[in-house]
C-alpha cells in the first residue's frame, strides 16, 4: 500500500485559534500599534500598499503583516506559558509552513503542497482535483493575510475554503464545502515572514506548540525584484489609485533592502541559516532547481513532510502527475486562474487582486528583458557582499 495511502488527510485547520479567550487581548495589540508603535516606527513608499514600516529590521504593511508579526509573538507565547487545554491540544498537531518571499514562487509551491500532502484524498489525475476549481491561494491559509492571528471577527472561526466571498463562482459554498475533509492531521499556513520573526516556541520542535517544518523557496534576486516591480506596479495602481513606481525608483529601493518583508538578502539568510542548523525543520529549495528538476525536488518536499512517495506510486507516475496539474502551463489556464480573484484573505483585507496576477511568465531569466549593465552590476556587487561565505549561490542565467 502507498505511504500516501495510509496516512490521514492533511488539511489546513485554521480555527486553532481561540477566539473567544483571545480576542480582547488582539484588540488591545492592534490598539496598541496603531497608537503607540506605529508613529514610531521607519516609514518608506509601499509597493503594493501606500507604505511600509521597518519593524526589528523588516519592512512590513502595516495594515495587516505588521500587526501579525506582533500578534505571532503573543499568540504563541500565550499557548508556551498557558497551556491551555484547548490551546494545548490544538497545538500539538503539527504545522507546517511554505515561508516564502512574495514573487519568489509562492503560489506554486502552494499547490504542490497541497497536492503532494492530500494525494491520497485527490487524485492528481482527477477531474474533480481541488486544484482545478480552487485558486492555489485558496488551498489553505496564509498566517499573517488570513487573519489568522486574532484580527478577525472573534464570533466565527476562519476555515481556509470557507469561502463567504465567491459571488463571481459557480458552485458556492456547497461546492467548496464537499472539499473540505472531515479530519485534519496538520496545520497548513503560508507566510511571508522572516525566520527571525517567528518565536522560539514555533522554530523549536520540543516546544509545546508541536512540531513545526518550514518549506522555504528562495528565487534569484533579479527575477524576484522584476516580478515584484511588475505585480506591485499592477495592484498598486488599481488599489490605491498612486502612480506605480519607475523602473529605477524600485530598483533603487530594492537594493536599499525596502520591499515587502525585506530585506530580501535577510530573509533569505535566516531560512538557509536555519536549513543549515536543522535540515529536519527547514528545507531550503530554489525556484530555479525546481524548475530544472521538479521531480528530484517534489520527492524531496513530500520526504521532508513525512509522506515519501512509495515505490508503488513512483512507478504509477504519481509524482510526474502532481507536477503536470501544479505547472505553470495548467494552473494559469484554468478558468479558476484567469477569471477568478478569490482569494479570501486579499477580500477581506479589502485588496483587489486578481487570481491572474499571480501567472506572469513563470521564468529563469526573465530579468534580461528588463535590466541594464548597471543595474545587473549593482545587483551583482550586493550578492557578493550580502553572500559570501553563507555556502548559498544563485543560479542567475
Ligand atoms: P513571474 O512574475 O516572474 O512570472 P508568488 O507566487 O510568490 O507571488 O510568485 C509569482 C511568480 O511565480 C510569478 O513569476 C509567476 O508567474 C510564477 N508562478 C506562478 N505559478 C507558477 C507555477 N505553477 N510554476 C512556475 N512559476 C509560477
Known amino acids: 500500500m502507498s505511504s500516501a495511502s495510509t496516512s490521514q488527510p492533511i488539511v489546513p485547520k485554521t480555527d486553532y485559534i481561540e477566539e473567544k479567550e483571545d480576542g480582547e487581548a488582539y484588540r488591545k495589540i492592534d490598539a496598541d500599534i496603531c497608537r503607540e508603535m506605529l508613529p514610531n516606527l521607519p516609514k518608506e513608499k509601499g509597493w503594493i500598499a501606500e507604505q511600509l514600516v521597518q519593524y526589528k529590521g523588516v ?75 480552487t485558486g492555489p491561494h485558496d488551498c489553505f491559509p496564509c498566517l499573517e493575510m488570513d487573519n489568522m492571528l486574532g484580527n478577525h471577527d472573534h ?76 505585480f506591485g506596479s499592477k495592484v498598486k495602481a488599481v488599489n490605491t489609485g498612486l502612480t506605480p513606481f519607475s523602473l529605477e525608483e524600485a530598483f533603487d529601493l530594492f537594493c536599499r533592502g525596502v520591499c515587502p518583508y525585506g530585506p530580501y538578502w535577510d530573509h533569505v539568510l535566516g531560512f538557509w541559516k536555519a536549513s543549515l542548523e536543522m535540515p529536519g525543520q527547514v528545507l531550503f529549495l530554489k525556484y530555479e532547481d525546481l524548475r530544472k528538476e521538479p521531480f528530484a ?24 502527475q502532481i507536477i503536470k496539474l ?30 491572474s496576477d499571480f501567472f506572469r511568465k513563470g521564468q529563469v531569466g526573465d530579468w534580461k528583458n528588463f535590466f541594464t549593465d548597471d543595474m545587473a552590476k549593482r545587483m551583482d556587487q550586493i550578492i557578493d557582499e550580502r553572500f559570501s561565505g553563507s555556502g548559498l549561490t544563485f543560479v542567475n542565467p
Not at 177 to 189: G, I, K, N, R
Not at 302 to 310: D, K, T, V, W
Open 326 to 355: 501544479c505547472s505553470f502551463e495548467n494552473l494559469s489556464s484554468l478558468e479558476i486562474n484567469k477569471t477568478s480573484r478569490t482569494q479570501q484573505y486579499f477580500v477581506k483585507a479589502n485588496i483587489l487582486v486578481e487570481n
Open 297 to 320: 525536488n517534489v520527492k524531496r518536499l513530500a520526504e521532508f513532510l513525512g509522506q515519501p512517495f512509495s515505490e508503488e506510486e513512483e512507478s504509477k507516475g504519481v509524482v510526474q
Open 59 to 133: 519592512w512590513l504593511t502595516p495594515t495587516f503583516a505588521l500587526k501579525a508579526a506582533v500578534q505571532l509573538q503573543h499568540h504563541f507565547n500565550l499557548f508556551q506559558t498557558t497551556g491551555s487545554s484547548t490551546s494545548a491540544a490544538r497545538g500539538s498537531l503539527p504545522m507546517y509552513f511554505l515561508a516564502t518571499l512574495p514573487k519568489s514562487g509562492t503560489t506554486w509551491l502552494r499547490a504542490l503542497m497541497f497536492a503532494t500532502l492530500n494525494r491520497s484524498l485527490y487524485d492528481a489525475t482527477s477531474p474533480h482535483h481541488p486544484l482545478l476549481t
Open 155 to 230: 464570533s466565527r472561526p476562519v476555515t481556509s475554503l470557507d469561502h463567504d466571498h465567491h459571488d463571481d463562482r459557480d458552485g458556492g459554498d456547497a461546492m467548496i464545502d464537499s472539499y473540505v475533509p472531515p479530519t485534519s492531521t496538520a496545520q497548513l499556513f503560508a507566510t511571508h515572514l522572516p525566520y527571525s520573526l517567528f518565536p522560539k516556541s514555533v522554530t523549536t520542535s520540543s516546544s509545546t506548540c508541536g512540531v513545526s517544518k518550514f518549506v522555504y523557496v528562495c528565487r534569484n534576486p533579479k527575477d524576484v525584484f522584476i516580478s515584484l516591480w511588475k
